[in-house]
């Protein structure tokens, strides 16, 4: 690495209908009224290659897809996604901003599949090394009022397609992450109105950006 400075890795987690679109666009607002220069991207996604695994793990289909392959078609997106995009930006002092990182992983298919928390651990470590995101805001809000919001924009992708039952355990495993490192996550009642919920990340980004 060169001498600048790294920049900042700062992710956005939460369940269906959280509002997570909406608010990547006012991050990058704020950020930028900061003179922060900001990269936005998206998990799984990000580049070309990572782009069609995440049209293979989104789109509905009759085969019954193995957990495995889920888990694993996630990490080849994300050690893409992560080699060719995320570090390059933050090593040249840039700051990143992604829809979704492994943390998602531990909720989706952690909490919600019901797999291995150890094995999503190992994949994270060999994909990451050691780098983690510097801050993750976690978009918090009632399982019932996501997915009613999520009916809203439209056809639902496979993952939306889960039962409300998935979704608790995908939320139980996000809101036990935040408690158990709280200093990286920021927990944001997503139930509140749009510009309550922005007040509050804005509150977050800069005590980041001042500390």
């Given at each position: 690495m060169s001498d600048t400075q790294r920049g900042l890795f700062l992710s956005l987690e939460g369940t269906?209908?959280?509002?997570?679109?909406?608010?990547?666009?006012?991050?990058?607002?704020?950020?930028d009224s900061h003179n922060k220069n900001v990269l936005l991207t998206r998990?799984?996604?990000g580049t070309p290659l990572a782009e069609e695994i995440r049209e293979l793990l989104l789109a509905p289909r009759k085969e019954l897809v193995c957990e495995n392959t889920e888990l694993l078609l996630i990490f080849a997106a994300r050690a893409q996604h992560f080699?060719?995009?995320?570090?390059?930006?933050?090593?040249?002092?840039?700051?990143?901003?992604?829809?979704?990182?492994?943390?998602?992983?531990?909720?989706?298919?952690?909490?919600?599949?019901?797999?291995?928390?150890?094995?999503?651990?190992?994949l994270e470590t060999l994909v990451q090394g050691s780098l983690r995101p510097d801050l993750t805001i976690l978009l918090d809000l009632p399982v019932e009022l996501g997915m009613q919001r999520a009916a809203k924009r439209?056809?639902?992708?496979?993952?939306?397609?889960?039962?409300?039952e998935f979704f608790a355990r995908v939320r139980e495993a996000y809101l036990s992450r935040a408690e158990?490192?709280?200093?990286?996550?920021a927990v944001v009642d997503?139930?509140?109105?749009?510009?309550?919920v922005q007040e509050h990340i804005r509150d977050v980004l800069e005590r980041l950006i001042l500390s």
């Open positions: 269906e209908g959280a509002g997570k679109s909406s608010n990547l666009a006012w991050i990058k607002e704020v950020l998990e799984p996604g080699q060719s995009l995320i570090l390059p930006t933050l090593e040249q002092g840039r700051w990143v901003v992604s829809d979704r990182f492994t943390d998602a992983s531990f909720a989706y298919q952690g909490g919600g599949r019901n797999m291995s928390f150890d094995t999503i651990q190992q439209g056809a639902l992708d496979r993952f939306e397609q889960e039962d409300l158990q490192n709280p200093s990286r996550y997503a139930s509140q109105s749009l510009a309550s």
